[in-house]
């Protein structure tokens, strides 16, 4: 699943990339086993109530189903491309998730937020690495049915500072938000990545994202990596 330059170069400049239907029907049914497997017995074999977020970590990359296609070619292939050699694997979640996400972005940060003099340089470089999200989506998802949404450039700096308060988990600075901006935070600009299963959705860590008007217990999970190094990493 080797990615052509125009690919490499989209994710650069964006921040994220789809894969569509990387995996067929069959290989979904056995992904999808062991996703049910991993979230029921981390549930203790108990029904998910759908009153609250259940969260994996750790544990999916270990199904062997799960563990065969993960180091297959079709993902590290395209991984080594847009995080260089040398790249590790640093972990997994698997989530059952209830209610909208809020705009978020993950650990890690690109080379670009480094600059002489930021009084934030010290926190920055302890998290000073280029990071990449596999997506996985279990269930179709859509716009307005807990799709993930991205702001395309918002992973590198100076926007991703413009953007900076946009972020909120639920309902905390919601309200500054709407104020500066003037509309609900789904109503920010964005673009939806539609999905369904076998597709493989790839985002940088930097990246603001978010999900909004799904239904209680849609399925994903994810696994993230970190780039060796920096030198080299487009800016």
């Known amino acids: 699943m080797a990615l052509t330059p ?10 994220f990339l789809v894969h569509q239907q990387a995996f067929s029907p069959e290989e979904m049914k056995t992904i999808e086993r062991d996703f049910d497997a991993t979230m029921l017995a981390a549930r203790q074999g108990q029904k998910f109530d759908g009153k609250q977020r259940q969260s994996v970590s750790d544990s999916i990359e270990q199904q062997p189903g799960v563990q065969k296609f993960m180091n297959g070619d079709r993902i590290a292939a395209s991984v080594e491309q847009l995080l260089g050699p040398g790249y590790s694997f640093e972990a997994s979640d698997a989530n059952l998730y209830v209610g909208d996400t809020g705009w978020h972005g993950d650990h890690g940060w690109h080379p670009s937020m480094l600059k002489e003099g930021d009084p934030d340089s010290k926190f920055i470089k302890s998290r000073y690495y280029p990071g990449l999200k596999l997506a996985f989506y279990l269930d179709p998802v859509a716009r307005d049915t807990g799709c993930l949404r991205v702001i395309p450039g918002g992973h590198v700096r100076p926007f991703h500072d413009s953007l900076r308060s946009i ?20 109503d920010l600009p964005c673009h939806a990545i539609e999905s369904e299963p076998g597709d493989i959705v790839f985002f940088s860590h930097q990246m603001w994202h978010a999900s909004f008007g799904g239904r209680s217990g849609r399925r994903m999970f994810s696994f993230n ?8 990493y487009p800016a």
């Open 167 to 186: 972020y909120y988990t639920l309902n905390s600075e919601l309200a500054s938000q709407i104020e500066r901006f003037g509309v609900a935070p789904q």
């Open 6 to 15: 125009e690919q490499v170069t989209f994710y650069q400049t964006f921040g």
């Open 225 to 232: 990596f970190k780039g060796k190094d920096f030198e080299g």
